[in-house]
């Protein structure tokens, strides 16, 4: 069974940085795509950036050039560092591979103007 633990969110002001990192038991992030998603109160569980098992890498328009998805073989880590935070980044951030229909309890995200 896959277990998703998401970490690092807090509360932030606008321009700011933070580093979000999801440990994963159960299957390893090398040989999966994993992902980060995000769901603002209200609104629909969106997709924010995917990294596949060769290393490539896509983001959601609204995170380009701000946000950066990696992750750490050694530690079956993947974490999300977020740059230039706006309030339109407030969410819950969720990890997962996208095959599977999991998911953790994931981090709060909160971004002051």
């Known amino acids: 069974q896959v277990q998703l633990v998401e970490s690092g969110g807090g509360l932030v002001q606008a321009g700011g940085s933070l580093r979000l990192s999801c440990a994963v038991a159960?299957?390893?992030?090398?040989?999966?795509?994993m992902a980060w998603y995000r769901q603002a109160q209200g609104k629909q569980r969106e997709l924010v950036a995917i990294?596949?098992?060769?290393?490539?890498?896509d983001y959601a328009d609204a995170v380009k050039g701000r946000f950066t998805i990696s992750r750490d073989n050694a530690k079956n880590t993947v974490d999300l560092q977020m740059n230039n935070l706006k309030p339109e980044d407030t969410a819950v951030y969720y990890c997962?591979?996208?095959?599977?229909?999991?998911w953790g309890q994931g981090t709060q995200v909160t971004v002051s103007s």
């Open positions: 997962r591979p996208p095959a599977l229909n999991t």
């Open positions: 990294i596949r098992p060769r290393g490539t890498t």
């Open positions: 159960g299957t390893m992030v090398s040989v999966n795509a």
